[in-house]
């Protein structure tokens, strides 16, 4: 399929400056196909994994229907959990920052119901909710649907596999009947083409299929990093590797220029790629970096898709790619004709999580490391140096350099020591010297203090109860997504899950196992009504 830019989309131009912001150059398919469908006002079901710009390809269609001056609820779109809701939200403020007076609300259980009437009653166009918390509200009557326009439902097969069916159902029959009811899944189990069937009108299909990528030859590693520390971190890999040729990539163009900016302040050989150049340009850049005389170009995702060169050592995903599918198009342009190649990602913060997706959609590894410190650079610039020194000892003929070296020493009260020093503080500098390493206390403190966070937020654990178990064709991850799901507690703050044939065990915070009991109670998880209890103490 063609690529499509937004601004050939009858986007508005509000829209199209946020996406320009955001640094998106041009549609992920799925956008390219949903868009116009939903413009169109058709309902629609898109079937595409996560990873694939899914919120952006119902985001954007939506924000564009709805009207500012009007501060009744004109959109709902549901999801499986309290954590996409809340990234959902993030994705849709920051693509409506320039529409002046739409209001995004996130609602899902954990939080305190209170606030959210406040927030409500203040006048919200969109909101982004678990089912649970949506009913709640609507029987409540603080959610008025008069006005709705548009219905989502994100990840529709996660919310049937935790249980949400009955509550989705309950939630479109008393929305109006001529809203626009928009389906995005991953896969399409029997029921979600039921729920189509029902509620929905001729619904256009939009389908977006992953290819099977893998990345052999390649070594993978992640650096965890504050953003402030990228560059840092990333010319110390540099040094450290020396790679022949080397190639960063950037989510935006921005961020593309400013790179190359600090590399080149740095002293590297650095150029930049990305779709703002000129064709001219474009081909001076390559034609620099297959010369050799770039050694490092630093391209966002569209920029880079013409690179064919065989010699490239490394690659940096400076930003976390925003398609998973990126992520091996990048990496596989090192690695080629049999060479090995290697790739290093740095992640921030939350990022840990698209990485895992990631690893799951490539079926490889990705090795944690930890940040490079000045003496592993200084180390390693040694070696290198070493290597080249072994390498003129073994290949080359050295009587006259010999002979002029003897000389020096006769005429000197220097000894070969001396000079062998010299000549390696010549060519490394103050390397050798100690320094104080800024950025490996600041990690160290970073990383002990989100430990500490960590262990804070686990505290205490109790053991629950609960009545299903393998027997009901349950995984430990069901019992999991509902929990979380239903709770809003974070599924990383969850212990461990002992799943046996008839019934499960589940760990969770002491402080939070009565709030869990509770929103637990008469709720189903595969169509399997659960009963969940406090366990006795082993």
Known sequence: MENLRFDNC??????????????????????????????????????????????????????????????????????????????????????????????????????????????????????????????????????????????VLDEADEMLNMGFREDIETILKDTPKDRQTVLFSATMPQGILEIAGTYQTNAVHVKVVKKELTVPNIEQYYYEVRPKNKDEVLCRLLDIYSPKLSLIFCNTKKKVDELVLELQNRGYFAEGLHGDLKQMQRDRVMQGFRDGNTDILVATDVAARGIDVDDVEAVFNYDLPQDDEYYVHRIGRTGRAGRTGKSFTFIVGKEVYKLKDIQRYCKTKIKAQPIPSLDDVANMRMEHVFEKLEHVIQKEDLTSSIRVIEAYLNRSDRTAMDLAAAFLKTELGDSLEEQTDDLAGEQYRWESERREKGKKAKGQMVRLFVNVGRKQKLKPGDIL???????????????????????????VPEKYHKQILKSMKNKKIRGNRIYMEKAETR
Not at 94 to 112: A, E, F, T, W
Not at 123 to 145: A, E, N, W
């Open 481 to 507: 997504g509902a929990v979380a799901g239903e709770s809003g507690l974070p599924g990383k703050s969850i212990g461990s899950i002992d799943m046996y044939d008839k019934y499960t065990f589940i760990e």
């Open 10 to 151: 009858y986007i508005c131009p509000e829209i199209l400056r946020a996406v320009e912001d955001m640094g998106f150059e041009e549609m992920t398919p799925i956008q390219a196909k949903s868009i116009p469908v939903m413009i169109s006002g058709a309902d629609m079901i898109g079937q595409a994994q996560t990873g694939t710009g899914k919120t952006a390809a119902f985001g954007i269609p939506l924000l564009q229907k709805v009207n500012p001056e009007n501060k009744k609820l004109q959109a709902i779109i549901l999801c499986p959990t309290r954590e996409l809701a809340i990234q959902v939200a993030e994705e849709l403020r920051n693509l409506s920052k320039y529409m002046h007076g739409v209001k995004v609300l996130p609602i899902y259980g954990g939080q305190d119901i209170s606030r959210q009437i406040r927030s409500l009653k203040g006048g919200v166009q969109i909101i982004i909710g678990t089912p649970g918390r949506v009913m709640d509200h609507m029987r409540r009557h603080t959610i008025r649907l008069q006005e709705l326009h548009t219905v």
